[in-house]
Structures are given as structure tokens and as C-alpha cells.
């Protein structure tokens, strides 16, 4: 083989991995999209569809640069961080959120790391043909040798954003299964407000034995939320409000016979929820927050946990054993409803808390 054929040689070797480079950028690109446009949306009820539909076309117009970004900030979660809130609707909404747990070491990692695959996609399509040189031998070499050290840095990445998107689409495939569609609308109905209204009045105006008249809820219903009586049907699908409550799978629900030959309703909320036991904690923390707390809103934990402990031991148990939680922290956590300062005080750590500023 001769001069002119070696460099033929490797001038189309260089063509054929500039094109395998653009491929695999495109594939990124494209896999980005599909996490980006899908991995998170919310809405009411009506609305869920239509903004699917709008996340995906302007998803579609978005260059790597941008789907890098969003995509390193939407889908990154550390460890202890709380969901962000979202707007009050006067109807039932859902969101869903397809998110990573990493920590701020991953974090940075990975940002870097999409971040140099942007400089290099925008190397090969903006600066490397100007000083690519077909004609010259050398040139072709180093340009090939480049290619191919360009192409070990995006394949782990290529290979990380595929196994997320596998991890995704089994996600995706419960979700369109009639399994995660029963699921979708039993979370829609369970965040209702007026399952959430029912669940409050059950605490608030029970009879001694646990036990909530069902018309006492009603009155309640009809007053804060006027419409969701009339729209039983049209709303949710269900002639009835005993019906709804057992479809919720919150409430206990039955028929207590009187004396005229007639019945009356009563309710609960299932035991399995600790929901009265929830709720009465939460007053607990709150009125130690009140008693106890510094002039600057904050409370010590270890105050409010010997408050909890000498007034409601018996419902941190049971919110422990039912639900899980380890500790009042984990607890107070997951509720959501408190910002967490720590310190140190006497070289031991000083965890502090108040409610969430609205």
C-alpha cells in the first residue's frame, strides 16, 4: 500500500468515527429527552394529559447543553431532602417524579462529567473539521487517535443514561399497566380533600369509642367543601359517599341499627393508618415548639422528644410500630411540615426545628 492509499485509508477511518461519535452523542441526546419529558409531570385530573403533552414538545426543542442541566438538577436527590411543594388546586392532583438518590460527592461527579460531554459534542460538531486537515497524513492520525479517546469518555456516560432509562421504563410499564392505573387513581382519591377532610373530622369530633358519626362528617363536607357532594359521581364514579370511602381503602366504615327499626352511619379511620395517633403527635410537637421554643422559632429536638415522651409515649409507639418509622426524627421527617437547623452545643449535636414558613 501506498502513501496516497494509507492516508485514503485513514482519511475515511476518521469519517467513519466522526460519524460514530455523532451517532452515539444523538443517542444521549435522545435519551435525555425521553427522561426529561417523562420523568416529571403533574396536574389535576384534566390536566395531567395536557401537560405530558406540553413537557414533551418543549422537551423536543431543547439543545444538549439544556437537557444536561435540567436533567442534572430535576433528577438528582440527596438523601435528606423533603419534595418540593406544589400549588394549591381546588381539585385532586397527582405528581410524579422519577428522581436518583446520590450524594453531593455523586452529585458533583456527574455534573462534571455531562458537562464535559457537552464541551465535547460541541467540539466535534463546531471545531474540529477546521482544523482537521484531510490532505495531511498526521493530521488524520491525531484527529483518529482523538475520536477515539473522545469516544471512551462518552460511552460510560452513554452506558449510565441507558441503565437509567431501563430502570425507568420498568416504572413506566407498572404505570400502563391496569395494575398502575387502579394505583394512580387510588392515590388520586386518597389525596382528595375530601378524603382528607373525612380523616380530619374521625380525629376531631369521634365519639368515646373511636367511632365518628358519618352525618357529623357530612355537615362539615357541605359547609368547607360545597360542590364535592353533588359531584360524587361526575367526580369520582360513586353514587354514594360510603361508597367512595370504601373504595379509599382509609376507612373503616358500618351500620349501627336504632331503636325506630331505622340505622345510622358511622366511620373510622383504618387502625393500620395510626392516623389518630399521627395526628395527636403532631399537636404534641407543635404545643412543645410553643412551650419550649427559642425566641428565634427554632426548638431543640431533645426538648420536644421529652415532652413527646411524657405525653404521648403511647402514640410515637404505635406510629412506630404501624408505620415504620425508627425514631420521633424520622417521623417528624416525613411529615414535612418542619425546617432542620444542626449545631453543635458543648461539642454534642444540637438538632433544631419550627414550621415550615409559608
Known amino acids: 500500500m501506498n502513501a496516497n492509499q494509507d492516508l485514503s485509508a485513514i482519511r475515511d477511518e476518521v469519517f467513519q468515527k466522526i460519524g460514530r461519535n455523532l451517532v452515539n452523542f444523538q443517542k444521549i441526546e435522545l435519551m435525555l429527552k425521553h427522561l426529561i419529558a417523562y420523568g416529571q409531570v403533574s396536574g389535576s385530573r384534566n390536566e395531567f394529559q395536557k401537560n405530558q ?94 475520536l477515539d479517546q473522545q469516544r471512551e469518555r462518552l460511552i460510560p456516560e452513554f452506558e449510565y443514561l441507558k441503565s437509567v432509562i431501563e430502570n425507568f421504563k420498568e416504572l413506566a410499564a407498572y404505570l400502563s399497566s391496569d395494575e398502575g392505573k387502579r394505583a394512580f387513581e387510588l392515590g388520586l382519591l386518597q389525596q382528595s380533600p375530601i378524603v382528607q377532610l373525612l380523616l380530619n373530622v374521625s380525629v376531631q369530633k369521634p365519639r368515646p369509642d373511636g367511632w365518628t358519626f358519618l352525618s357529623v362528617a357530612i355537615r362539615q363536607i357541605r359547609q368547607i367543601l360545597p360542590d364535592e357532594m353533588e359531584q360524587l359521581e361526575n367526580r369520582w364514579g360513586y ?17 349501627e341499627e336504632l331503636s325506630n327499626g331505622s340505622y345510622r352511619w358511622v366511620y373510622r379511620s383504618k387502625p393500620a393508618l395510626a392516623y389518630a395517633a399521627s395526628y395527636r403527635l403532631i399537636q404534641a410537637i407543635i404545643d412543645a415548639a410553643n412551650k419550649t421554643g427559642k425566641t428565634d422559632d427554632w426548638t431543640s429536638l431533645v426538648s420536644t422528644a421529652k415532652h413527646i415522651d411524657a405525653t404521648c409515649s403511647n402514640e410515637l409507639s404505635e406510629v412506630t410500630e404501624k408505620l415504620g418509622y425508627q425514631s420521633l426524627y424520622d417521623f417528624m421527617v416525613e411529615s414535612d411540615l418542619f425546617e432542620w437547623r444542626t449545631g453543635k452545643k458543648d461539642e454534642v449535636h444540637d438538632i433544631r426545628y419550627r414550621l415550615k414558613q409559608s
Do not use: W
Open 239 to 255: 353514587q354514594t359517599l360510603p361508597d367512595l370511602m370504601e373504595a379509599s381503602k382509609y376507612f373503616d366504615i358500618t351500620k
Open 53 to 146: 403533552e406540553k413537557k414533551i414538545a418543549d422537551t423536543r426543542k431543547k439543545t444538549l447543553g439544556r437537557l444536561v442541566g435540567e436533567f442534572v438538577e430535576t433528577t438528582f436527590q440527596s438523601t435528606d431532602s423533603s419534595p418540593k411543594p406544589t400549588a394549591e388546586s381546588a381539585e385532586p392532583s397527582i405528581s410524579f417524579s422519577f428522581s436518583i438518590e446520590a450524594d453531593a460527592d455523586f452529585y458533583e461527579s456527574k455534573k462534571r462529567e455531562l458537562k464535559s460531554l457537552v464541551d465535547d459534542r460541541n467540539d466535534l460538531i463546531h471545531h474540529l473539521l477546521p482544523r482537521f486537515n484531510p490532505e495531511s497524513i498526521d493530521s488524520c492520525l491525531e484527529i483518529r487517535d482523538y
